[in-house]
C-alpha cells in the first residue's frame, strides 16, 4: 500500500475547538509516567520535556499522572504530585508549553490499590480500593467507606480547581488500566454491594460522582477529558463493558455528569472493540455518546516493543508504522483527535515531522528512547 498523499494528512491537521481556546491540530501527547520528579516536585527538566513536545509541533499536551492530594493517591516513587509546592513546577511547565504554542492539561491520578504501605507521601497509609484486601494476614487495601469515598471525590474536585488557578487549559481524569476509578468500573474489581457495586449504574456512580464535583467547581468551559480502558495493567483481556450497549451505558451517565472529551485507551487503535464488530473502541465511544474523542493505542511505531511490569516481562505488542487506517478513521470522523505516546518519546518533533509531509524523517523508538525518557 503506498504511504497517505499529503492531501490524506488535511483531517490531522485542522485546528479542535477546546473549551475557550483551540488546539491548533489534532494530534495530541498521550500521558506516559516517567518518574522524573524526586519528592513530587516536577523541575526543569520536566518542564523542559514538556516544551520539547510542544515545539515539535503537539496541539495538546497530556501530562503524565500526578496524584491528587489524598494520602493514598501515589503509588509510585518520583511521581509528581498535584498540590502544595509541586503547583509551583506545573506553573512553569505550563508557561513554557503555551510559550511554544501549544495548550496543556494535567491526567490527575488516584492509583487505588496499586498502592502499598511504604509510598510516600503518607507511608503508613494502605493502598484504598472497593473492598479490603489482605496478603498474608496484613491489610494491604483498606476497602472504601463512604467517608472515604467522598474525601476522594473532594480531592479530585480540588485538583481541578488548583489546575485551572495555575493556568492548565483544562484536565484529564485517571479511569484507566486498573487505578482507582477504574476499580470501581470493573466487575472484576468490584464486588461490593451497596450503591457503588453490582450494577454497571452502581459501578459508574464513584466515575460520575468525580466528574460531576469537578464540573462544578471549575465551571462550564473548562474541558474535562475521561480516559478509560477496557484492559488493566494486570490483565489484558478485562473488559468494563462486554458490548456496545454496555459501554454507552458506563460512558453516557459520564457525559451528563460534565465530560467533554473521552480519551479510549487500546493497545492497538484499529482493533475491534467487540467480537463480532468491525467499529473499534474510539469509534464506537463516537457513536454511543455523541461526545469527541481521543483515539490511541500505538500510534506511529516501528517496531515490536516489550512491554515491563514490575520486572516481569509480558508478552510483545503488535505494533505498525503504517498511518493510513489512522488518517481515514479520522477522516470518516470515527474520533476528533489522536494521541501519540512511545512514538514521540523517541521524536520530540513527531508531530511537526508528520504534519509537514516528512514522516520518513521520524526517529524510531528505540530500547534507549524507552530508558530515557528526555
Known amino acids: 500500500m503506498p504511504p497517505p498523499s499529503d492531501s490524506e494528512f488535511e483531517a490531522l491537521r485542522q485546528p479542535f475547538p477546546f473549551g475557550q481556546r483551540v488546539l491548533r491540530n489534532r494530534i495530541v501527547m498521550a500521558p506516559m509516567t516517567r518518574n522524573a520528579s524526586p519528592g513530587g516536585i516536577p523541575g526543569d527538566a520536566v518542564a523542559r520535556?514538556?516544551?520539547?513536545?510542544?515545539?515539535?509541533?503537539?496541539?495538546?499536551?497530556?501530562?503524565?499522572?500526578?496524584?491528587?492530594?489524598?494520602?493514598?493517591?501515589?503509588?509510585?516513587?518520583?511521581?509528581?504530585?498535584?498540590?502544595?509546592?509541586?503547583?509551583?513546577?506545573?506553573?512553569?511547565?505550563?508557561d513554557q508549553v503555551h510559550a511554544?504554542?501549544?495548550?496543556?492539561?494535567?491526567?490527575?491520578?488516584?492509583?487505588?490499590?496499586?498502592?502499598?504501605?511504604?509510598?510516600e507521601p503518607v507511608p503508613e497509609v494502605p493502598g484504598m480500593g472497593p473492598v479490603s484486601v489482605f496478603e498474608?494476614?496484613?491489610?494491604?487495601?483498606?476497602?472504601?467507606?463512604q467517608a472515604d469515598i467522598d474525601l476522594v471525590v473532594a480531592a479530585y474536585a480540588k485538583a481541578a480547581v488548583a489546575a485551572k488557578e495555575a493556568g492548565f487549559d483544562g484536565v484529564e481524569i485517571h479511569a484507566a488500566h486498573g487505578y482507582l476509578i477504574?476499580?470501581?468500573?470493573?466487575?472484576?474489581?468490584?464486588?461490593?454491594?451497596?450503591?457503588?457495586?453490582?450494577?454497571?449504574?452502581?459501578?459508574?456512580?464513584?466515575?460520575?460522582?468525580?466528574?460531576?464535583?469537578?464540573?462544578?467547581?471549575?465551571?462550564?468551559?473548562?474541558?474535562?477529558i475521561f480516559r478509560f480502558s477496557q484492559w488493566k495493567v494486570s490483565d489484558y483481556a478485562a473488559r468494563i463493558a462486554a458490548d456496545a450497549d454496555e459501554l454507552g451505558r458506563i460512558l453516557n451517565p459520564l457525559a451528563a455528569a460534565g465530560v467533554d472529551i473521552f480519551h479510549a485507551s487500546t493497545r492497538r487503535f484499529w482493533e475491534p472493540a467487540?467480537?463480532?464488530?468491525?467499529?473499534?473502541?474510539?469509534?464506537?465511544?463516537?457513536?454511543?455518546?455523541?461526545?469527541?474523542?481521543?483515539?490511541?493505542?500505538?500510534?506511529?511505531?516501528?517496531?515490536?516493543?516489550?512491554?515491563?511490569?514490575?520486572?516481569?516481562?509480558?508478552?510483545?505488542?503488535?505494533?505498525?508504522?503504517?498511518?493510513?487506517?489512522?488518517?481515514?478513521?479520522?477522516?470518516?470522523?470515527?474520533?476528533?483527535?489522536?494521541?501519540v505516546g512511545r512514538a514521540m518519546l523517541a521524536d520530540a518533533e513527531w508531530a511537526s515531522k508528520v504534519?509537514?509531509?516528512r514522516a520518513a524523517e521520524v526517529t524510531p523508538l528505540t530500547d534507549a528512547a524507552?530508558?530515557?525518557l528526555q
Open 49 to 94: 520535556y514538556y516544551a520539547r513536545r510542544a515545539a515539535g509541533g503537539t496541539g495538546l499536551l497530556i501530562t503524565e499522572g500526578t496524584y491528587i492530594d489524598h494520602p493514598a493517591a501515589n503509588g509510585y516513587r518520583n511521581v509528581p504530585a498535584f498540590y502544595g509546592p509541586a503547583l509551583d513546577g506545573w506553573r512553569r511547565v505550563v
Open 182 to 224: 477504574d476499580q470501581f468500573l470493573w466487575a472484576g474489581s468490584n464486588p461490593r454491594t451497596d450503591g457503588y457495586g453490582g450494577s454497571l449504574a452502581n459501578r459508574t456512580r464513584f466515575a460520575a460522582e468525580v466528574v460531576a464535583a469537578m464540573r462544578q467547581a471549575v465551571g462550564a468551559d473548562f474541558p474535562v
Open 136 to 145: 498474608n494476614g496484613e491489610l494491604v487495601i483498606q476497602g472504601m467507606s
Open 274 to 339: 467487540f467480537d463480532g464488530s468491525t467499529e473499534t473502541l474510539a469509534a464506537c465511544t463516537r457513536r454511543v455518546t455523541g461526545k469527541p474523542v481521543i483515539a490511541v493505542g500505538s500510534v506511529g511505531l516501528t517496531r515490536q516493543f516489550e512491554l515491563r511490569v514490575r520486572n516481569r516481562s509480558n508478552e510483545l505488542a503488535e505494533s505498525s508504522s503504517d498511518l493510513a487506517p489512522l488518517l481515514a478513521g479520522l477522516a470518516r470522523g470515527e474520533f476528533d483527535l489522536v494521541a
Open 100 to 119: 511554544e504554542g501549544a495548550l496543556i492539561v494535567p491526567q490527575l491520578w488516584h492509583v487505588g490499590g496499586a498502592r502499598r504501605r511504604g509510598m
Open 370 to 372: 524507552l530508558k530515557e
Open 355 to 357: 504534519l509537514s509531509g
